[in-house]
């Protein structure tokens, strides 16, 4: 196997889910690196690398459904989650006899709740997100998910 190309994508979050399901923004900011739209092939294949490529937009599938799965999760859970950042990276090998696919996404929320939440039942709510996430469920890809916990005492 010869190189590999990654594609990068960060997506931020914040708002408080601590109300239940009905109440919390789904709303979120990704970035590529470059802007979303027009867009284009990967810079491999001939395309700009300032244009987002499908391959990031894979990327950017499976970060929003995680998250917006997650906040569900959260929600209904009565944690109160209050900031959501990810760096999510896919990888596809340049495969020198025939076809390849994006076959791993590594998924890095780092994630801040309000007061104080058990870390078994935050990675609990994570691998919850994962199993609902609709995206995930459509992939052959693998999925790491690298959730790392962080604790806000801040009562606004």
């Given amino acids: 196997m010869a190189d590999a190309h990654e594609y990068l994508v960060d997506l931020t979050w914040s708002g408080s889910t601590g109300e239940g399901y009905e109440h919390y923004s789904r709303q979120y900011e990704m970035h590529t690196g470059g802007t979303l739209g027009p867009f284009s092939a990967d810079p491999a294949f001939g395309g700009e ?24 999760v959260a929600a209904r859970s009565r944690v109160d989650v209050v900031q959501y950042a990810d760096r999510a990276v896919g990888v596809m090998p340049q495969l020198s ?3 390849s696919w994006v076959t791993e996404i590594t998924l890095s929320p780092r994630i801040t709740v309000r007061g104080e939440v058990p870390e078994s039942k935050l990675h609990r709510m994570v691998q919850i997100g994962h199993r609902e996430c609709f995206i995930a469920g459509s992939l052959r890809t693998r999925i790491d998910i690298q959730a790392v916990f962080r604790t806000s005492h801040d009562p606004t």
Avoid at 53 to 64: G, R, T
């Fill in 97 to 99: 006899d025939g076809p």
């Fill in 49 to 72: 690398a300032t244009l987002a490529n499908p391959e990031q937009l894979l990327v950017m599938a499976a970060a929003s459904c995680q998250l917006l799965s997650f906040l569900a």
